[in-house]
């Protein structure tokens, strides 16, 4: 068994598993100590495994958190166990939370494992995480054990190490908060044997995530608000984050590879919500699928961007958040001296924002002057009028007053949030709002003064809907270059213009055929629509110099008249003709 440490083909050479993290400009990684790898059987302990990942990792300069034991789930899939433990613990098996089954050995044999994994690797490992997800299958009065069992154990050894618990996961569904709370109820200060908080934010590891907001934040917040005795928080594995653009259609096929933006999103909202550590990225993501053919394969473009975000926060020690708005996340990250600085801003609405100063115009001339602008990936942006805003994160580097400068003189306008159209229908009028936001949401729109029109609220149910308000008759509204400010959340969301659209003919259909008005049609053709009997009744006659018949059976593919009814006529006003198959 060599699980978390294993070795993949594409890697190119062994020694590459290890280089991986710290080309992608990570300083911490997390290693499972299984049982299996350490304590194959009882009293019989080898190192060789476990020394190959520590090893690896030590000459690439980077730190190990231990996840003493790793999973403690026994799987049967009908064709024998799947766990991370030796045969002689089977015996130890029982049924634990959430119909799983568990392997929990008395203190005594763990306590065993325990001292050997500290008087073995206790000198170079200084960070110890107590068993991967506990909240899987874990009874809580039973881990509650294990947790006062191995902290005495761990200080004792050397009282500067740092032991992490809790290890709530989000994963599989599970109620992260219930499991907080199911420890608190077994002893309230359960964190005084802690030194800090892991915890695995799946689903819930981005402050955006297909249309929802401040998900990351919230999940932080929930946490920190179930501990009695606050401690940091430790992101210590989240394996696969959501892709903002292009979701992933399955997680458990393409889950760990997602795009640069996501990453450094991750990272940053981590930072933002005062997380100590994220060694939450499997090294696998970094590369690309598939290999080459031949030579080693190349790292992908979240690596870069991992590296980059990296070299971009060397030397920088504190962080102060900008609140700008619900949708946009900012800040100053200062060195120890106060005096550089790197600012970050980007926007988590998918339709974005242009960053515009009053006194310069659009961006780009202030570029330069006092602050180097850069793309996430660190490129210097240069000779430019526009600097749009999205997923991606705007850096800005420079003296600490510089980068302050830069956010207390930019507006951050929003871009278009929503086309809408308007059409006279006899004397009343119809809205017919298009969603160009990217997501879901509830639109309320204020339109200015001397239009005539009411404060109107449009709800889009995806991100491609339209949602269409018969606002009625208004006899003194202005339509032509009425324009309209879009608010979503009580946050300015852009601004527009109606577009007034021609009035629409209206004829009122006949009771007979003999009452029935002739409505004139193209190159001289003309129909009669009627109601009677229960049925509508179209009659038409057309004037065509060659009429072609269909080659086959479907009439449509020769001459023919065809008619359409819209049972929503005032929906999608953009769109003032059809084309025909």
Known sequence: RFEYISYHPFYGSFNRKFEIPRLAGMKTVRHWAVWWDIEPEQGKFRTELTDMALDGFTRNGIETIFCLVGDLTYLDAGT????QYPPFLYKYREMGANKYEIILPPLDIYGSYLDFCLKTWGKDVHIWELFNEPNVAFPPSRYMEYLKYTYPKIKAHNPSDIFLGNGVTCDLGMNAGGWCYELN????EYAKHLDGIAFHPYYTALDYDKGIYGLYSKHVADLRHSLKIAKPLWNTECFYLTNA????VNFFVNKGHFGANEIQRHHLEGLLNGIKNSASRDESSFYKTSAPAGGLPVMDDSAVATNALSFLLRDMEKLEPMKLN???RAGIFTDGAGARAMGFVYDLRPAGCVAVQESRGILGVFSGENVKLMDLFGNELKDTDRIPLSYEPLFLEGKAEDVKAFFSKTKFVPNESCRVFARMFRDEIHLDAINSTGM????????????GLPKSQFVFGSDADESVIPVGVLKDAKLDAATFKVMLDGEDCGS??????????CYDIASSEASAKELPLDMGSKAKIWSEGGKLHVKAWVKDDAIVAAPSGNPWEGDALEVFVDPFPFKRLDRDFILSR
Do not use: H, W, Y
């Not at 109820?185 to 309230?188: G, L, Q």
């Open 80 to 83: 024998g166990p799947a766990t």
């Open 185 to 188: 109820k077994i002893d309230p």
């Open 245 to 248: 653009r292009k979701p992933q």
């Open 326 to 328: 619900k949708f946009m």
């Open 440 to 451: 879901p949401c509830v639109a309320e729109l204020e339109f200015a003064a001397g239009s």
């Open 496 to 505: 527009g213009s109606i577009a007034v659209l021609p009035s629409a003919a």
